[in-house]
């Protein structure tokens, strides 16, 4: 369906192999909504209008959206085509018309994270650390079109049988996000890099590489940000510290992490001007092991380094690309405090015929640009 000139959207679905929806059922569709987070599996929502024959309904299994159904939505802009989303259909909902509003139907769905949150097992991983006992849960789901991308922690303590066998208790994606917690990462599913294709990325946050262009704000013509707010949560940052006694040798060790050693985003980092006034947490750990107690000291510092965020809303039209969530982004003209990159945490998209807006939350640690140059976005 094209949506305006330059942008437009296709909705693929099916029980097994994905295929563009019929013209009678994607004539029906009325908006698009596309939620992507660090924190917690992407999802989507698709409204259709209810008038004329029911050929959609969450209870029809002839339906390619019906429930468990494989949904992708594949965004084109301009010659070039972004997989937005590919997932599982969760839920069908009739909202009946009234006070003159039109009846609708609702589909909702995750993304393909829902296939490692279907079962809780009791598993253990003997003799396997936390890198190779991620890749051992990931690689049954290959065959689905999820595909490991697993970064390796800066520590590794593998684990001897005789002294310890790491055990889960949970889903698979219950498991795997506890696991990357324990090193300041985050564990989500990503669609792409081609339809019928989704990536499981457990890894840091990603704050390397080349940014996506800036959103701009207040800038003339060149302005594609409707509305934008800063907030600074000075309680947020933390210093972790504590001792861990091994029990094999009764040697106690401090553990100390002060400071996020996460490539900087701000040229004052908050905790470097308010060192006195950070506070300060015990390990609570049950580790002790004095190299992964210090893994986890840091990852919890990590977790609460980033105190300053931006939440806006842009025009997705004039942006002339897709934002996506999890990776780095430019900002322009909200001054020097608040411009440079930023981590986008959380990105929504909202499609309707002839406009296409972008929800977004940016985080990063202080304020300050460290970037004289950001690549413009295609206005």
């Not at 003799?127 to 490991?148: E, K, M, N, R």
């Not at 029990?247 to 400071?259: I, K, M, S």
């Given at each position: 369906?094209?949506?305006?000139?330059?942008?437009?959207?296709?909705?693929?679905?099916?029980?097994?192999?994905?295929v563009p929806l019929p013209f009678p059922l994607a004539d029906r569709v009325r908006s698009v909504t596309v939620t992507e987070s660090d924190e917690e599996r992407s999802a989507f929502s698709i409204v259709f209008d209810a008038?004329?024959?029911?050929?959609?309904?969450?209870?029809?299994?002839?339906?390619?959206?019906?429930?468990?159904?494989?949904?992708?939505?594949?965004?084109?802009?301009?010659?070039?085509?972004?997989?937005?989303?590919?997932?599982?259909?969760?839920?069908?909902?009739?909202?009946?018309?009234?006070?003159?509003?039109?009846?609708?139907?609702?589909?909702?769905?995750?993304?393909?994270?829902?296939?490692?949150?279907?079962?809780?097992?009791?598993?253990?991983?003997?003799?396997?650390?936390?890198?190779?006992?991620?890749?051992?849960?990931?690689?049954?789901?290959?065959?689905?079109?999820?595909?490991?991308?697993?970064?390796?922690?800066?520590?590794?303590?593998?684990?001897?049988?005789?002294?310890?066998?790491?055990t889960q208790h949970g889903t698979d994606l219950a498991h795997l996000s506890a696991l990357a917690g324990r090193h300041g990462y985050v564990a989500y599913a990503t669609p792409g890099p081609v339809p019928g294709t989704s990536?499981?990325?457990?890894?840091?946050?990603?704050?390397?590489?080349?940014?996506?262009?800036?959103?701009?704000?207040?800038?003339?013509?060149?302005?594609?940000?409707?509305?934008?707010?800063?907030?600074?949560?000075?309680?947020?940052?933390?210093?972790?510290?504590?001792?861990?006694?091994?029990?094999?040798?009764?040697?106690?060790?401090?553990?100390?992490?002060?400071?996020?050693?996460?490539?900087?985003?701000?040229?004052?980092?908050?905790?470097?001007?308010?060192?006195?006034?950070?506070?300060?947490?015990?390990?609570?750990?049950?580790?002790?092991?004095?190299?992964?107690?210090?893994?986890?000291?840091q990852g919890q510092v990590e977790v609460a380094a980033d105190n300053v965020s931006a939440e806006g809303s842009a025009d997705g039209v004039r942006y002339g690309s897709v934002l996506r969530a999890r990776g780095l982004v430019?900002?322009?003209?909200?001054?020097?405090?608040?411009?440079?990159?930023?981590?986008?945490?959380?990105?929504?998209?909202?499609?309707?015929?002839?406009?296409?807006?972008?929800?977004?939350?940016?985080?990063?640690?202080?304020?300050?640009?460290?970037?004289?140059?950001?690549?413009?976005?295609?206005?």
């Amino acid at each position: 369906m094209s949506l305006t000139s330059g942008l437009r959207l296709t909705i693929l679905a099916g029980h097994t192999l994905p295929v563009p929806l019929p013209f009678p059922l994607a004539d029906r569709v009325r908006s698009v909504t596309v939620t992507e987070s660090d924190e917690e599996r992407s999802a989507f929502s698709i409204v259709f209008d209810a008038a004329g024959p029911a050929v959609l309904t969450p209870f029809n299994r002839a339906s390619p959206l019906a429930a468990f159904s494989r949904a992708v939505l594949v965004l084109t802009v301009g010659a070039v085509p972004h997989v937005l989303f590919d997932g599982i259909v969760t839920e069908g909902r009739l909202e009946p018309g009234t006070g003159g509003r039109k009846s609708t139907w609702v589909i909702t769905g995750e993304d393909l994270g829902n296939l490692l949150d279907r079962e809780e097992r009791d598993v253990e991983h003997a003799g396997l650390d936390d890198y190779p006992a991620v890749l051992t849960i990931l690689a049954p789901y290959a065959g689905q079109g999820l595909l490991p991308q697993v970064i390796p922690p800066p520590s590794l303590d593998p684990p001897l049988p005789i002294d310890r066998i790491p055990t889960q208790h949970g889903t698979d994606l219950a498991h795997l996000s506890a696991l990357a917690g324990r090193h300041g990462y985050v564990a989500y599913a990503t669609p792409g890099p081609v339809p019928g294709t989704s990536l499981f990325y457990w890894g840091p946050p990603v704050r390397l590489g080349a940014p996506q262009p800036a959103l701009a704000v207040d800038l003339g013509h060149d302005s594609n940000v409707k509305q934008i707010s800063f907030r600074t949560e000075a309680s947020a940052p933390t210093t972790v510290s504590g001792n861990v006694m091994d029990r094999r040798t009764g040697v106690q060790t401090p553990v100390h992490a002060p400071v996020s050693l996460r490539p900087p985003l701000a040229a004052v980092p908050f905790t470097a001007t308010n060192v006195q006034q950070i506070r300060t947490r015990r390990l609570r750990d049950g580790s002790s092991n004095p190299v992964t107690a210090q893994a986890r000291a840091q990852g919890q510092v990590e977790v609460a380094a980033d105190n300053v965020s931006a939440e806006g809303s842009a025009d997705g039209v004039r942006y002339g690309s897709v934002l996506r969530a999890r990776g780095l982004v430019g900002l322009r003209g909200a001054g020097w405090d608040h411009d440079g990159l930023w981590y986008a945490k959380r990105v929504e998209h909202t499609l309707t015929m002839g406009a296409y807006t972008v929800g977004f939350t940016l985080t990063r640690e202080g304020h300050g640009s460290v970037s004289p140059v950001l690549p413009r976005a295609a206005s």
